[in-house]
């Protein structure tokens, strides 16, 4: 087993300098496409237009709140056609490094969805410096519970986060529900070019609003809970998505944490998406052909 331990990720970058370490942990650096400044502007601009075409096409649920805080709310992107209840619901965690974007761009994932009878919701969150690790992982797993009290009816419910958002929702499959009112039953989870293992980055310029410790970073690593989420998510098909382009560092977690799964005897797929980077690996989420969608689609189907 190769679960995550501190001196298994000590390992892997203990001997590598700051500035590289940094690089290694910046996407924007590793896109083929375009400048690093380009990539970000093209992703956001990306996003945004695909969210304003995701509601024009559903009917929209904007600002929902799932608590009492200004950042929890979600956006509902419902099924064009079908049945009022008894059809699916993606869950979009969206990404940022935990301190960037947010739900106004998250709901790109409905343009081939809601036509097929699907729903989505995308889910907003404190964003650091406001909101910081502890608070974040807790309000989506609220965000959780939220959507599945107030949708009951559905025939079940999928995850997908990108790169933050993979590792906020690999959280919410590590969750220990008994402190909850409900047990969700979550049967996919997509994680999109994530971050399994947040001791790399403590050093780095990415905890500087986050302000992470070590005890901190370790009790919201998905890959030092793999036991918990054995016991929450034994029933749900993981893929682990990576970007062709992605760093070394970003592929060897996604790579390790998907072997972890693998070797606890979990239902895990790993997809290595060729022709993408970072950024356009989720952005091509509104494509019904892209390879991820359609496994999306055909892990609903058998579901």
């Keep these: 087993m190769v679960l995550f331990s ?25 896109s083929h496409r375009m400048s690093a400044d380009d990539v970000i502007k093209s992703h956001v601009a ?15 649920l904007l ?26 619901i993606v869950i979009y965690i969206h990404g940022g490094y935990w301190q960037f974007l947010s739900k106004e761009e998250s709901g790109f994932m409905a343009v081939p969805l809601v036509q097929r009878g699907v729903a989505v919701a995308a889910v907003g969150y404190d964003i650091a410096p406001k909101g910081n690790m502890d608070l974040i992982v807790s309000q989506v797993r609220s965000s959780i519970v939220s959507i599945v009290q107030k949708y009951s009816h559905t025939s079940g419910v999928y995850l997908c986060g990108h790169s933050a958002g993979a590792h906020l929702a690999a959280m919410v499959l ?25 001791l790399p980055i403590l050093s780095t310029y990415v ?14 690593s998905p890959g030092q809970l793999v036991p918990q989420l054995k016991q929450s998510s034994s029933a749900c098909h993981i893929v682990v998505a990576v970007a062709q382009n992605d760093s070394p560092e970003f592929r060897c977690q ?5 072997k972890d799964l693998e070797s606890m005897g979990l239902t ?10 970072h950024f356009n690996v989720i952005e091509r989420f509104v494509d019904e ?3 991820l969608t359609q496994l999306l689609l055909k892990i609903m189907e058998k579901n």
């Design 6 to 30: 501190p001196a298994h990720t000590m390992a892997l970058w203990k001997g590598m300098k700051k500035d590289e370490l940094e690089r290694q942990y910046s996407p924007s650096q590793w």
């Design 46 to 60: 990306s996003l945004k237009e695909g969210t304003l075409k995701a509601r024009s096409l559903a009917k929209t």
């Design 63 to 88: 600002d929902v709140p799932y608590g009492d805080g200004d950042g929890e709310k979600l956006d509902v992107y419902m099924p064009t056609n079908g049945p009022s209840q008894g059809f699916p």
């Design 174 to 198: 590590c969750t220990d529900w008994s402190q909850y009112s409900m047990t969700p039953q979550i049967k996919g989870a997509f994680l999109v070019s994530g971050i399994y293992d947040l």
């Design 207 to 220: 905890n500087e609003p986050l302000k992470m410790t070590e005890d901190v970073a370790l009790r919201n």
């Design 254 to 258: 996604s790579e390790n944490f998907f």
């Design 268 to 277: 895990v797929t790993f997809e290595d998406v060729p022709d993408t980077d």
């Design 289 to 291: 052909d892209y390879q």
